[in-house]
Protein backbone atom coordinates (compact mmCIF):
# COMPACT_ATOMS: atom_id res chain seq x y z
CA UNK A 1 0.00 0.00 0.00
CA UNK A 2 1.57 3.58 -1.10
CA UNK A 3 1.33 6.32 1.27
CA UNK A 4 0.12 8.46 -1.11
CA UNK A 5 -2.91 10.37 0.47
CA UNK A 6 -4.36 13.05 -2.08
CA UNK A 7 -4.34 13.04 -5.89
CA UNK A 8 -4.34 16.75 -7.06
CA UNK A 9 -5.18 17.24 -10.70
CA UNK A 10 -4.25 21.02 -11.45
CA UNK A 11 -6.18 22.84 -14.42
CA UNK A 12 -5.08 26.68 -16.01
CA UNK A 13 -8.38 26.77 -16.97
CA UNK A 14 -11.98 26.88 -15.20
CA UNK A 15 -13.87 25.55 -17.75
CA UNK A 16 -11.44 22.71 -18.28
CA UNK A 17 -11.85 22.07 -14.44
CA UNK A 18 -15.55 21.82 -14.68
CA UNK A 19 -14.63 19.17 -17.55
CA UNK A 20 -12.51 17.17 -15.20
CA UNK A 21 -15.40 16.99 -12.62
CA UNK A 22 -17.39 15.42 -14.82
CA UNK A 23 -14.95 12.79 -15.76
CA UNK A 24 -14.61 11.80 -12.54
CA UNK A 25 -18.01 11.82 -11.92
CA UNK A 26 -19.04 9.70 -14.95
CA UNK A 27 -16.08 6.98 -13.77
CA UNK A 28 -17.49 7.42 -10.32
CA UNK A 29 -14.77 8.60 -8.68
CA UNK A 30 -15.59 10.20 -5.56
CA UNK A 31 -14.22 14.19 -5.50
CA UNK A 32 -12.45 14.92 -2.33
CA UNK A 33 -12.90 18.71 -2.57
CA UNK A 34 -11.87 21.52 -5.21
CA UNK A 35 -9.91 24.62 -4.60
CA UNK A 36 -10.25 27.79 -6.86
CA UNK A 37 -8.75 30.79 -6.83
CA UNK A 38 -12.29 32.76 -7.52
CA UNK A 39 -15.99 32.19 -6.74
CA UNK A 40 -17.03 29.69 -9.83
CA UNK A 41 -21.08 29.80 -10.66
CA UNK A 42 -22.73 26.51 -10.62
CA UNK A 43 -20.15 24.60 -9.17
CA UNK A 44 -21.90 23.57 -5.26
CA UNK A 45 -24.48 21.89 -7.12
CA UNK A 46 -22.63 20.38 -9.86
CA UNK A 47 -20.23 18.62 -6.48
CA UNK A 48 -23.71 18.05 -4.83
CA UNK A 49 -22.51 20.21 -1.81
CA UNK A 50 -25.09 21.15 0.72
CA UNK A 51 -26.22 24.49 1.91
CA UNK A 52 -24.29 26.56 4.11
CA UNK A 53 -26.01 26.21 7.55
CA UNK A 54 -24.51 29.84 8.52
CA UNK A 55 -28.13 31.55 8.43
CA UNK A 56 -29.01 29.19 10.98
CA UNK A 57 -25.99 30.28 13.13
CA UNK A 58 -27.22 33.80 12.64
CA UNK A 59 -29.94 33.68 13.56
CA UNK A 60 -29.27 32.02 16.91
CA UNK A 61 -26.82 34.51 17.08
CA UNK A 62 -29.24 36.88 16.83
CA UNK A 63 -31.73 36.22 19.11
CA UNK A 64 -29.17 35.57 21.88
CA UNK A 65 -28.35 39.57 21.05
CA UNK A 66 -31.83 40.43 21.55
CA UNK A 67 -32.51 38.66 24.76
CA UNK A 68 -28.75 39.69 26.09
CA UNK A 69 -30.14 42.89 25.51
CA UNK A 70 -33.18 42.88 26.90
CA UNK A 71 -32.19 41.19 29.94
CA UNK A 72 -29.56 43.70 30.34
CA UNK A 73 -31.88 46.71 29.79
CA UNK A 74 -34.87 45.23 32.11
CA UNK A 75 -32.33 44.31 34.90
CA UNK A 76 -30.95 47.80 34.84
CA UNK A 77 -33.81 49.89 33.95
CA UNK A 78 -37.06 47.97 35.84
CA UNK A 79 -35.34 46.34 38.15
CA UNK A 80 -31.71 47.63 39.87
CA UNK A 81 -32.00 51.54 39.31
CA UNK A 82 -35.19 52.70 38.67
CA UNK A 83 -35.33 56.32 36.87
CA UNK A 84 -38.34 58.29 36.83
CA UNK A 85 -37.79 59.96 32.79
CA UNK A 86 -40.70 61.99 31.76
CA UNK A 87 -42.92 60.29 34.06
CA UNK A 88 -42.82 57.31 31.90
CA UNK A 89 -43.03 53.89 33.53
CA UNK A 90 -39.70 51.90 34.21
CA UNK A 91 -40.88 49.31 31.69
CA UNK A 92 -41.41 51.29 28.92
CA UNK A 93 -40.56 48.83 25.91
CA UNK A 94 -40.21 51.29 22.83
CA UNK A 95 -36.97 52.71 24.80
CA UNK A 96 -35.52 49.07 24.45
CA UNK A 97 -36.11 48.93 20.82
CA UNK A 98 -33.09 50.31 19.14
CA UNK A 99 -30.63 48.92 22.21
CA UNK A 100 -32.34 45.53 21.26
CA UNK A 101 -31.95 45.72 18.00
CA UNK A 102 -28.24 47.21 17.91
CA UNK A 103 -26.93 44.34 19.87
CA UNK A 104 -28.86 41.95 17.95
CA UNK A 105 -26.73 43.27 14.77
CA UNK A 106 -23.87 43.31 16.59
CA UNK A 107 -24.03 39.47 18.14
CA UNK A 108 -24.88 38.62 14.76
CA UNK A 109 -22.05 40.09 13.45
CA UNK A 110 -19.65 39.05 15.38
CA UNK A 111 -20.72 35.74 15.66
CA UNK A 112 -20.70 34.45 11.41
CA UNK A 113 -17.43 36.31 11.29
CA UNK A 114 -16.59 33.92 14.27
CA UNK A 115 -18.11 30.80 12.77
CA UNK A 116 -16.77 31.56 9.62
CA UNK A 117 -13.05 31.63 10.99
CA UNK A 118 -13.69 28.52 13.24
CA UNK A 119 -15.41 26.48 10.22
CA UNK A 120 -12.62 27.63 7.76
CA UNK A 121 -9.73 26.93 10.13
CA UNK A 122 -8.54 30.51 9.61
CA UNK A 123 -8.59 31.16 13.20
CA UNK A 124 -5.34 33.57 14.16
CA UNK A 125 -2.43 31.07 15.40
CA UNK A 126 -3.60 28.36 13.20
CA UNK A 127 -1.98 27.21 10.73
CA UNK A 128 -4.53 27.57 7.15
CA UNK A 129 -5.10 24.21 5.20
CA UNK A 130 -3.95 24.41 2.08
CA UNK A 131 -3.47 21.25 -0.15
CA UNK A 132 -2.05 23.10 -3.41
CA UNK A 133 -0.66 26.13 -2.62
CA UNK A 134 -1.31 27.45 -6.37
CA UNK A 135 -5.14 26.80 -5.80
CA UNK A 136 -4.57 30.16 -3.92
CA UNK A 137 -3.21 31.98 -6.70
CA UNK A 138 -3.91 30.76 -10.33
CA UNK A 139 -4.26 27.31 -10.30
CA UNK A 140 -7.85 25.32 -9.65
CA UNK A 141 -7.05 22.05 -7.96
CA UNK A 142 -9.27 18.75 -7.88
CA UNK A 143 -8.74 16.70 -5.25
CA UNK A 144 -9.23 12.98 -5.01
CA UNK A 145 -9.32 11.26 -1.94
CA UNK A 146 -6.22 8.18 -3.33
CA UNK A 147 -6.86 5.96 -0.43
CA UNK A 148 -10.87 5.57 -1.39
CA UNK A 149 -10.18 4.80 -4.96
CA UNK A 150 -7.51 2.56 -5.72
CA UNK A 151 -7.35 3.40 -9.34
CA UNK A 152 -4.58 5.59 -9.64
CA UNK A 153 -3.52 5.44 -13.38
CA UNK A 154 -7.40 5.79 -14.46
CA UNK A 155 -7.34 9.02 -12.10
CA UNK A 156 -4.36 10.41 -13.52
CA UNK A 157 -5.60 9.57 -17.20
CA UNK A 158 -8.82 11.19 -16.76
CA UNK A 159 -7.08 14.35 -15.49
CA UNK A 160 -4.77 14.90 -17.76
CA UNK A 161 -7.58 13.98 -20.63
CA UNK A 162 -9.85 16.86 -19.43
CA UNK A 163 -7.10 19.46 -19.63
CA UNK A 164 -4.59 18.90 -16.19
CA UNK A 165 -1.32 20.98 -16.21
CA UNK A 166 0.26 18.55 -13.67
CA UNK A 167 -1.00 15.86 -11.43
CA UNK A 168 0.15 15.67 -7.90
CA UNK A 169 0.61 12.88 -5.52
CA UNK A 170 0.12 14.07 -1.81
CA UNK A 171 1.62 11.86 0.80
CA UNK A 172 0.17 14.40 3.36
CA UNK A 173 -3.29 16.30 3.51
CA UNK A 174 -1.95 19.59 3.91
CA UNK A 175 1.23 21.53 2.33
CA UNK A 176 0.60 24.30 4.57
CA UNK A 177 1.58 23.02 7.96
CA UNK A 178 5.29 23.40 7.86
CA UNK B 1 -33.00 27.12 -18.77
CA UNK B 2 -30.88 27.59 -21.86
CA UNK B 3 -31.16 30.99 -23.21
CA UNK B 4 -31.33 29.73 -27.19
CA UNK B 5 -34.94 29.47 -27.42
CA UNK B 6 -36.00 33.12 -26.04
CA UNK B 7 -38.50 34.38 -28.14
CA UNK B 8 -37.10 38.27 -28.36
CA UNK B 9 -40.47 39.45 -29.84
CA UNK B 10 -42.55 38.06 -27.07
CA UNK B 11 -45.51 40.44 -26.54
CA UNK B 12 -47.62 40.24 -23.99
CA UNK B 13 -51.50 39.88 -25.19
CA UNK B 14 -54.17 41.89 -22.88
CA UNK B 15 -57.29 40.52 -23.71
CA UNK B 16 -59.94 38.18 -22.16
CA UNK B 17 -60.90 37.08 -18.07
CA UNK B 18 -58.20 39.62 -17.24
CA UNK B 19 -59.65 43.01 -19.10
CA UNK B 20 -63.06 42.07 -18.15
CA UNK B 21 -61.86 41.92 -14.59
CA UNK B 22 -59.88 45.14 -14.43
CA UNK B 23 -63.14 46.95 -16.32
CA UNK B 24 -65.49 45.20 -14.04
CA UNK B 25 -63.23 46.89 -11.12
CA UNK B 26 -62.98 50.24 -12.80
CA UNK B 27 -67.14 50.04 -13.20
CA UNK B 28 -67.46 49.03 -9.13
CA UNK B 29 -65.32 51.86 -8.44
CA UNK B 30 -67.28 54.46 -10.22
CA UNK B 31 -70.24 52.93 -8.77
CA UNK B 32 -68.77 53.12 -5.02
CA UNK B 33 -67.54 56.74 -5.65
CA UNK B 34 -71.05 58.05 -7.04
CA UNK B 35 -73.04 56.49 -3.89
CA UNK B 36 -70.60 58.20 -1.47
CA UNK B 37 -71.07 61.36 -3.35
CA UNK B 38 -74.97 61.22 -4.07
CA UNK B 39 -75.92 58.99 -1.02
CA UNK B 40 -74.38 60.26 1.50
CA UNK B 41 -74.47 63.39 3.72
CA UNK B 42 -71.27 65.94 4.35
CA UNK B 43 -69.20 63.42 6.27
CA UNK B 44 -69.72 60.46 3.33
CA UNK B 45 -68.50 63.08 0.79
CA UNK B 46 -65.22 63.81 3.07
CA UNK B 47 -65.02 60.12 3.52
CA UNK B 48 -65.37 59.18 -0.04
CA UNK B 49 -62.34 61.63 -1.01
CA UNK B 50 -60.08 60.61 1.65
CA UNK B 51 -60.56 57.35 0.09
CA UNK B 52 -60.14 59.11 -3.33
CA UNK B 53 -56.80 60.73 -2.16
CA UNK B 54 -55.80 57.40 -0.47
CA UNK B 55 -56.39 55.27 -3.65
CA UNK B 56 -54.85 58.54 -5.92
CA UNK B 57 -51.60 59.20 -3.86
CA UNK B 58 -50.69 54.95 -3.83
CA UNK B 59 -51.40 54.75 -7.73
CA UNK B 60 -48.98 57.74 -8.09
CA UNK B 61 -46.69 56.48 -5.91
CA UNK B 62 -46.50 52.81 -7.30
CA UNK B 63 -46.17 54.54 -10.96
CA UNK B 64 -43.41 56.88 -10.10
CA UNK B 65 -41.77 54.08 -7.64
CA UNK B 66 -41.46 52.46 -11.08
CA UNK B 67 -39.57 54.90 -12.82
CA UNK B 68 -37.21 55.34 -9.17
CA UNK B 69 -36.52 51.40 -9.70
CA UNK B 70 -35.56 51.92 -12.90
CA UNK B 71 -33.09 54.81 -12.28
CA UNK B 72 -31.82 52.80 -9.66
CA UNK B 73 -31.44 49.94 -12.18
CA UNK B 74 -29.57 52.48 -14.67
CA UNK B 75 -27.30 53.82 -12.21
CA UNK B 76 -26.17 50.95 -10.51
CA UNK B 77 -25.64 49.45 -14.15
CA UNK B 78 -27.54 46.28 -12.77
CA UNK B 79 -27.35 43.59 -15.18
CA UNK B 80 -29.76 41.06 -13.11
CA UNK B 81 -32.92 43.38 -13.83
CA UNK B 82 -32.41 44.42 -17.09
CA UNK B 83 -35.11 41.27 -18.52
CA UNK B 84 -37.52 42.40 -16.43
CA UNK B 85 -37.45 46.00 -16.78
CA UNK B 86 -40.40 46.20 -19.24
CA UNK B 87 -42.59 45.89 -16.23
CA UNK B 88 -41.73 49.19 -14.20
CA UNK B 89 -41.39 50.77 -17.62
CA UNK B 90 -45.15 50.07 -18.08
CA UNK B 91 -45.81 51.42 -14.63
CA UNK B 92 -43.75 54.39 -15.41
CA UNK B 93 -45.90 55.44 -18.47
CA UNK B 94 -48.69 54.94 -16.54
CA UNK B 95 -47.44 57.96 -14.11
CA UNK B 96 -48.72 60.58 -16.49
CA UNK B 97 -51.99 59.46 -15.93
CA UNK B 98 -52.44 58.58 -12.35
CA UNK B 99 -50.17 62.13 -12.08
CA UNK B 100 -53.44 63.79 -13.68
CA UNK B 101 -55.85 61.50 -11.60
CA UNK B 102 -54.19 62.77 -8.18
CA UNK B 103 -53.74 66.41 -9.19
CA UNK B 104 -57.98 66.41 -10.09
CA UNK B 105 -58.69 64.43 -6.62
CA UNK B 106 -56.32 67.16 -4.80
CA UNK B 107 -57.96 69.85 -6.40
CA UNK B 108 -61.46 68.86 -5.71
CA UNK B 109 -60.63 68.24 -2.67
CA UNK B 110 -59.11 71.61 -1.84
CA UNK B 111 -61.76 74.27 -3.42
CA UNK B 112 -64.81 71.57 -2.37
CA UNK B 113 -63.05 72.00 1.37
CA UNK B 114 -63.45 68.15 2.01
CA UNK B 115 -59.40 67.45 2.00
CA UNK B 116 -56.91 70.23 3.77
CA UNK B 117 -59.30 72.15 5.62
CA UNK B 118 -57.11 72.60 8.10
CA UNK B 119 -55.11 75.15 6.19
CA UNK B 120 -57.64 76.33 3.64
CA UNK B 121 -60.47 77.42 5.15
CA UNK B 122 -61.87 81.29 5.30
CA UNK B 123 -59.93 83.98 7.44
CA UNK B 124 -57.35 81.14 9.11
CA UNK B 125 -54.46 83.76 8.10
CA UNK B 126 -56.27 86.82 8.21
CA UNK B 127 -55.43 88.51 11.57
CA UNK B 128 -58.59 89.47 14.01
CA UNK B 129 -60.38 86.65 11.64
CA UNK B 130 -62.13 84.56 14.07
CA UNK B 131 -61.15 81.74 12.25
CA UNK B 132 -57.88 82.71 13.06
CA UNK B 133 -55.27 80.24 13.53
CA UNK B 134 -51.54 81.76 14.18
CA UNK B 135 -49.63 78.02 13.35
CA UNK B 136 -50.84 77.84 10.15
CA UNK B 137 -50.61 81.53 9.36
CA UNK B 138 -46.78 81.15 10.26
CA UNK B 139 -47.09 78.15 7.68
CA UNK B 140 -49.09 80.20 5.16
CA UNK B 141 -45.88 81.15 2.99
CA UNK B 142 -45.51 77.77 2.36
CA UNK B 143 -48.72 76.22 2.32
CA UNK B 144 -51.09 78.53 0.51
CA UNK B 145 -52.89 77.38 -2.50
CA UNK B 146 -51.06 78.34 -5.83
CA UNK B 147 -47.87 77.37 -3.98
CA UNK B 148 -49.13 74.14 -3.34
CA UNK B 149 -50.59 72.85 -6.44
CA UNK B 150 -47.73 74.39 -8.41
CA UNK B 151 -45.49 72.04 -6.13
CA UNK B 152 -47.54 68.85 -7.12
CA UNK B 153 -47.57 69.88 -10.47
CA UNK B 154 -44.20 70.53 -10.89
CA UNK B 155 -43.10 67.08 -9.05
CA UNK B 156 -45.81 65.15 -10.98
CA UNK B 157 -44.61 66.57 -14.39
CA UNK B 158 -40.97 66.23 -13.75
CA UNK B 159 -41.17 62.62 -12.22
CA UNK B 160 -43.36 61.88 -15.21
CA UNK B 161 -41.41 63.78 -17.92
CA UNK B 162 -38.47 61.45 -16.93
CA UNK B 163 -40.97 58.49 -16.65
CA UNK B 164 -41.28 58.80 -20.63
CA UNK B 165 -37.58 59.55 -20.99
CA UNK B 166 -36.66 56.27 -19.88
CA UNK B 167 -39.27 54.48 -21.67
CA UNK B 168 -38.41 56.05 -24.72
CA UNK B 169 -34.66 55.51 -24.72
CA UNK B 170 -35.49 51.71 -24.19
CA UNK B 171 -38.04 50.88 -26.79
CA UNK B 172 -35.14 53.17 -29.28
CA UNK B 173 -32.65 50.81 -28.12
CA UNK B 174 -34.94 47.74 -29.30
CA UNK B 175 -34.59 49.01 -32.93
CA UNK B 176 -31.57 50.89 -32.72
CA UNK B 177 -29.19 48.77 -30.65
CA UNK B 178 -25.66 50.10 -29.53
CA UNK B 179 -25.11 51.78 -26.04
CA UNK B 180 -26.53 55.25 -27.23
CA UNK B 181 -29.77 54.85 -25.26
CA UNK B 182 -28.32 53.13 -22.38
CA UNK B 183 -25.97 56.11 -21.99
CA UNK B 184 -28.62 58.63 -21.65
CA UNK B 185 -30.28 56.72 -19.55
CA UNK B 186 -27.80 56.87 -17.26
CA UNK B 187 -27.07 60.27 -17.50
CA UNK B 188 -30.72 61.10 -16.95
CA UNK B 189 -30.86 58.38 -14.28
CA UNK B 190 -28.73 60.47 -12.05
CA UNK B 191 -30.30 63.60 -12.59
CA UNK B 192 -33.55 61.90 -11.64
CA UNK B 193 -32.80 60.59 -8.48
CA UNK B 194 -30.95 63.87 -7.12
CA UNK B 195 -34.59 65.48 -8.12
CA UNK B 196 -36.45 62.88 -6.47
CA UNK B 197 -34.34 62.35 -3.51
CA UNK B 198 -35.12 65.65 -2.54
CA UNK B 199 -38.72 66.17 -3.75
CA UNK B 200 -40.38 63.25 -2.94
CA UNK B 201 -40.20 63.90 1.15
CA UNK B 202 -41.84 67.13 0.21
CA UNK B 203 -44.18 65.84 -2.01
CA UNK B 204 -45.29 63.41 0.90
CA UNK B 205 -45.15 66.44 3.28
CA UNK B 206 -48.06 68.39 1.09
CA UNK B 207 -50.20 65.46 0.00
CA UNK B 208 -50.58 63.61 3.21
CA UNK B 209 -48.57 65.68 6.00
CA UNK B 210 -50.80 68.70 5.19
CA UNK B 211 -54.10 67.01 6.20
CA UNK B 212 -52.93 67.73 9.70
CA UNK B 213 -51.09 70.76 9.03
CA UNK B 214 -50.75 71.61 12.93
CA UNK B 215 -48.52 68.39 13.52
CA UNK B 216 -45.14 67.71 11.45
CA UNK B 217 -42.20 65.82 11.19
CA UNK B 218 -39.88 65.32 9.18
CA UNK B 219 -39.48 61.68 9.67
CA UNK B 220 -42.37 61.84 7.37
CA UNK B 221 -41.07 61.86 4.20
CA UNK B 222 -38.91 59.09 4.33
CA UNK B 223 -41.61 57.13 5.70
CA UNK B 224 -43.71 57.63 2.98
CA UNK B 225 -40.95 56.91 0.40
CA UNK B 226 -40.23 53.68 2.33
CA UNK B 227 -44.03 53.20 1.75
CA UNK B 228 -44.44 53.82 -1.53
CA UNK B 229 -41.10 52.49 -2.86
CA UNK B 230 -41.89 48.76 -1.10
CA UNK B 231 -45.06 48.63 -2.35
CA UNK B 232 -44.01 49.64 -5.98
CA UNK B 233 -41.55 46.49 -5.54
CA UNK B 234 -44.40 44.07 -4.31
CA UNK B 235 -46.13 45.50 -7.43
CA UNK B 236 -43.41 44.47 -9.84
CA UNK B 237 -42.64 41.05 -8.42
CA UNK B 238 -47.10 40.11 -8.46
CA UNK B 239 -47.15 41.37 -11.69
CA UNK B 240 -43.78 39.27 -13.17
CA UNK B 241 -45.16 35.81 -10.96
CA UNK B 242 -48.39 36.40 -12.92
CA UNK B 243 -47.32 37.10 -15.94
CA UNK B 244 -44.82 34.14 -15.48
CA UNK B 245 -47.44 32.05 -14.44
CA UNK B 246 -49.80 32.97 -17.37
CA UNK B 247 -46.65 31.36 -19.54
CA UNK B 248 -44.89 34.75 -20.74
CA UNK B 249 -41.45 35.75 -19.77
CA UNK B 250 -40.15 32.15 -19.11
CA UNK B 251 -36.70 33.61 -18.62
CA UNK B 252 -37.33 34.91 -15.40
CA UNK B 253 -35.75 32.42 -13.23
CA UNK B 254 -35.99 32.00 -8.89
CA UNK B 255 -32.65 33.94 -8.73
CA UNK B 256 -34.32 36.98 -10.27
CA UNK B 257 -37.41 35.98 -7.69
CA UNK B 258 -34.95 35.96 -4.74
CA UNK B 259 -33.44 39.36 -5.59
CA UNK B 260 -36.97 40.86 -5.66
CA UNK B 261 -38.05 39.19 -2.59
CA UNK B 262 -34.65 40.63 -0.72
CA UNK B 263 -35.92 44.17 -2.27
CA UNK B 264 -39.41 43.67 -0.33
CA UNK B 265 -37.66 42.13 3.07
CA UNK B 266 -34.80 44.75 2.76
CA UNK B 267 -37.17 47.74 2.27
CA UNK B 268 -40.27 46.33 4.38
CA UNK B 269 -37.34 46.54 7.06
CA UNK B 270 -36.47 49.84 6.38
CA UNK B 271 -40.00 50.93 6.43
CA UNK B 272 -40.42 49.76 10.07
CA UNK B 273 -36.75 51.24 10.81
CA UNK B 274 -38.25 54.55 9.68
CA UNK B 275 -41.72 54.41 10.97
CA UNK B 276 -40.51 53.42 14.49
CA UNK B 277 -37.77 56.12 14.39
CA UNK B 278 -40.78 58.78 13.53
CA UNK B 279 -42.34 57.11 16.64
CA UNK B 280 -40.29 57.04 19.40
CA UNK B 281 -38.63 60.49 19.48
CA UNK B 282 -42.22 61.44 19.51
CA UNK B 283 -43.01 59.07 22.45
CA UNK B 284 -39.81 59.77 24.20
CA UNK B 285 -39.65 63.79 23.80
CA UNK B 286 -43.67 63.38 24.55
CA UNK B 287 -44.44 67.08 23.73
CA UNK B 288 -48.23 67.75 22.84
CA UNK B 289 -48.01 69.53 19.95
CA UNK B 290 -46.43 65.81 18.35
CA UNK B 291 -48.32 63.68 20.33
CA UNK B 292 -51.49 64.54 18.52
CA UNK B 293 -50.80 62.61 15.87
CA UNK B 294 -50.38 59.31 17.53
CA UNK B 295 -52.83 60.10 20.12
CA UNK B 296 -55.87 60.23 17.64
CA UNK B 297 -54.69 56.77 15.80
CA UNK B 298 -54.84 54.92 19.31
CA UNK B 299 -57.49 56.45 19.99
CA UNK B 300 -60.23 55.46 17.19
CA UNK B 301 -57.54 53.70 14.78
CA UNK B 302 -55.92 51.40 17.32
CA UNK B 303 -56.57 47.88 15.30
CA UNK B 304 -55.76 49.97 12.21
CA UNK B 305 -52.18 51.66 14.00
CA UNK B 306 -51.44 47.58 15.08
CA UNK B 307 -52.61 45.99 12.28
CA UNK B 308 -50.66 48.49 9.86
CA UNK B 309 -47.18 46.70 11.58
CA UNK B 310 -48.45 42.99 12.06
CA UNK B 311 -48.98 43.32 8.10
CA UNK B 312 -46.06 45.60 6.74
CA UNK B 313 -43.25 43.89 9.19
CA UNK B 314 -44.46 41.22 10.97
CA UNK B 315 -45.51 39.15 7.78
CA UNK B 316 -42.41 39.95 5.64
CA UNK B 317 -39.43 39.78 8.14
CA UNK B 318 -41.40 35.81 8.96
CA UNK B 319 -42.12 34.92 5.59
CA UNK B 320 -39.36 36.20 3.84
CA UNK B 321 -36.57 35.77 6.03
CA UNK B 322 -35.94 31.59 4.39
CA UNK B 323 -34.01 31.92 1.21
CA UNK B 324 -36.55 29.31 -0.13
CA UNK B 325 -39.64 31.06 0.57
CA UNK B 326 -37.94 33.99 -1.77
CA UNK B 327 -37.28 31.97 -4.53
CA UNK B 328 -40.56 30.44 -4.42
CA UNK B 329 -43.31 32.27 -6.52
CA UNK B 330 -46.58 31.25 -4.32
CA UNK B 331 -44.58 32.27 -1.33
CA UNK B 332 -43.00 35.45 -2.85
CA UNK B 333 -46.64 36.39 -4.29
CA UNK B 334 -48.38 35.94 -1.23
CA UNK B 335 -46.25 38.24 0.61
CA UNK B 336 -46.02 40.62 -1.94
CA UNK B 337 -50.10 40.97 -1.85
CA UNK B 338 -49.98 41.32 2.27
CA UNK B 339 -47.71 43.98 1.60
CA UNK B 340 -49.38 45.68 -1.07
CA UNK B 341 -53.05 45.42 1.10
CA UNK B 342 -50.40 46.41 4.55
CA UNK B 343 -49.49 49.74 2.90
CA UNK B 344 -53.16 50.28 1.88
CA UNK B 345 -53.73 50.20 5.84
CA UNK B 346 -50.54 52.21 6.40
CA UNK B 347 -52.18 54.96 4.00
CA UNK B 348 -55.20 54.52 5.65
CA UNK B 349 -54.19 55.60 9.34
CA UNK B 350 -51.72 58.21 7.92
CA UNK B 351 -54.84 59.64 5.68
CA UNK B 352 -58.47 59.20 7.82
CA UNK B 353 -57.72 60.89 11.16
CA UNK B 354 -56.62 63.71 9.53
CA UNK B 355 -59.91 64.02 7.16
CA UNK B 356 -62.88 62.23 8.80
CA UNK B 357 -61.07 61.70 12.03
CA UNK B 358 -63.95 59.49 14.52
CA UNK B 359 -66.07 58.84 11.72
CA UNK B 360 -63.58 56.51 9.65
CA UNK B 361 -65.30 53.14 8.55
CA UNK B 362 -64.81 50.36 6.39
CA UNK B 363 -67.22 49.63 4.01
CA UNK B 364 -68.42 49.95 0.64
CA UNK B 365 -66.66 53.33 -0.64
CA UNK B 366 -63.39 51.84 0.84
CA UNK B 367 -63.17 48.40 -0.96
CA UNK B 368 -65.12 49.65 -4.19
CA UNK B 369 -62.80 52.66 -4.33
CA UNK B 370 -59.67 50.44 -3.74
CA UNK B 371 -60.85 47.97 -6.12
CA UNK B 372 -61.60 50.76 -8.89
CA UNK B 373 -58.05 51.73 -8.23
CA UNK B 374 -57.00 47.97 -8.71
CA UNK B 375 -58.69 47.68 -11.87
CA UNK B 376 -57.44 51.40 -13.09
CA UNK B 377 -54.03 50.30 -12.25
CA UNK B 378 -54.21 46.01 -13.96
CA UNK B 379 -55.77 48.18 -17.27
CA UNK B 380 -53.54 50.81 -17.85
CA UNK B 381 -50.34 48.70 -16.69
CA UNK B 382 -51.14 45.97 -18.64
CA UNK B 383 -52.39 48.19 -21.93
CA UNK B 384 -48.94 49.88 -21.77
CA UNK B 385 -47.39 46.18 -21.32
CA UNK B 386 -48.86 45.26 -24.04
CA UNK B 387 -47.53 47.82 -26.67
CA UNK B 388 -44.30 46.37 -27.12
CA UNK B 389 -42.20 43.26 -26.49
CA UNK B 390 -41.59 41.55 -23.04
CA UNK B 391 -38.07 41.70 -23.34
CA UNK B 392 -35.66 45.06 -24.05
CA UNK B 393 -33.63 42.78 -26.16
CA UNK B 394 -30.86 44.94 -26.93
CA UNK B 395 -29.91 45.84 -23.32
CA UNK B 396 -26.39 45.87 -23.11
CA UNK B 397 -26.54 44.03 -19.83
CA UNK B 398 -29.38 41.43 -20.99
CA UNK B 399 -27.02 38.29 -21.11
CA UNK B 400 -26.48 38.94 -17.57
CA UNK B 401 -29.82 38.82 -16.64
CA UNK B 402 -30.42 36.08 -18.73
CA UNK B 403 -27.58 34.26 -16.90
CA UNK B 404 -28.62 35.31 -13.71
CA UNK B 405 -27.73 33.03 -10.77
CA UNK B 406 -27.83 33.47 -7.05
Given at each position: ??????????????????????????????????????P?HGIEA???IKRSRIDIAAFCFGI?????????????????????????????????????F??TV??CA?GM??TY?????????????????????????????????????????????????????????????? | M????????????????????????????????????????????????????????????V??SG?FFL?VQ??A?AGWSASILRVP??M??????????????????????????????????????????????????????????????????????????????????????????????????????????????????????????????????????AAMWVSSLATIAVIIILLRRAGYMQWVNNSHLHNLGQFIFGFSIFWTYVW?????????????????????????????????LAMNFLAPVLLLMDRDNKRTDVKLLFVSIVVLLGH??D???????????????????????????????????????????L??????L??ESLHHQL
Amino acid sequence: MSDIKYILGSFGDPDEMMHGIEKLQENNISIYDVYTPMPIHGIEAKLGIKRSRIDIAAFCFGITGTCCAFALIYFCAVIDWRVNIGGKPSFALPDFVPIMFELTVLFCAFGMVLTYYASTHLFPGRAPRVMDLRATDDRFVIAVDAKDNAEHTVIDGLLKDAGALEVKYNERKYVSYE
Amino acid sequence: MGTHNINFSEQFEFTGKVKTLSIVGIILGVAAIAYGFFAGDKVMHERTFANLLLMAYYFACVCMSGTFFLAVQYVAQAGWSASILRVPQAMAKTLPIAAVILIVVISAGLYSHNLYHHWHADGLTVEGSPNYDAIIAGKSVFLNVPFFLGRQVVFLGIYSIFSILFVKYSYNEDLAGGLNSYRKSFKNACIFLVIYGFTTPVFAFDTIMSLEAHWFSTMFGWYNFAAMWVSSLATIAVIIILLRRAGYMQWVNNSHLHNLGQFIFGFSIFWTYVWFAQFLLIYYANMPEETVYFYKRFEYYKFWFFLNLAMNFLAPVLLLMDRDNKRTDVKLLFVSIVVLLGHWVDYYQMIMPGTVEAHNGFGIIEIGTALGFVGLFTFTVLTALSKKPLIAKNHPLLQESLHHQL
